[in-house]
């Protein structure tokens, strides 16, 4: 089993807010399987899957050179302090600023809060939001991933690119309606809120 970070497809990958919620769980009958609501996920989880998320990291850090500069790139879920820290777009720019420096970043992506947007907090500090691949919450029920490129001689160096995507949202908000989670997940899905 390959327990690395970049798992069985070679895709590096970061420990989110939900993965880390898997630690050992009581076990529960099926009557109370059925009846935990939200928490149905964390409890069926297959072991090796359990043992996978437990051993992602928190970050992943690139160090690169622009323009003659290092600059290091942080991915994280929330934010470098904690996996559920919300970093939104109107987070005041100085505690961002401070964020960043204890994590020495000169670009922070994050995801948390599913609602995409670059923010350009200086010249040297820049905050990316991804979006969500398959929840997103900005009312756009695409879901949505970031290509950023990062060339020394362009114009602008830095060039995030928003990308939307179709899937079947029917299918996923279906899925849910069949098991014991909550429908008004499925609702959710439907409306990306």
């Keep these: 089993m390959d327990i690395s970070c970049y798992g069985r497809r070679g895709i590096a990958t970061i420990a989110g807010n939900?993965?880390?919620k898997v630690r050992a769980l009581p076990q529960i009958s099926n009557e109370?399987?059925?009846e935990t609501g939200i928490e149905y996920a964390y409890h069926i989880i297959e072991e090796e899957n359990r043992i996978y998320l437990l051993t992602l990291p928190s970050h992943i850090k690139l160090e690169f050179k622009l323009n003659g500069q290092k600059i290091n790139l942080l991915m994280v879920h929330g934010s470098p302090r904690k996996v559920d820290e919300y970093v939104l777009e109107n987070t005041e720019s100085k505690y961002v600023s401070e964020l960043m420096s204890e994590a020495d970043a000169n670009i922070l992506c994050v995801g948390h809060s599913h609602l995409p947007y670059h923010r350009i907090i200086s010249q040297d500090l820049q905050v990316i939001n991804i979006g969500s691949v398959g929840k997103p919450k900005d009312r756009n029920p695409k879901g949505c991933y970031v290509i950023l490129t990062i060339n020394d001689s362009a114009v602008n160096p830095i060039k995030v690119e928003f990308i939307r995507f179709d899937y079947d949202i029917e299918k996923a908000?279906?899925?849910?309606?069949d098991s014991p989670l909550p429908d008004e997940l499925a609702e959710r899905l439907r409306k990306a809120f």
């Design 32 to 34: 109370k399987l059925a």
């Design 173 to 177: 908000a279906k899925g849910i309606e």
């Design 18 to 20: 939900h993965d880390m």
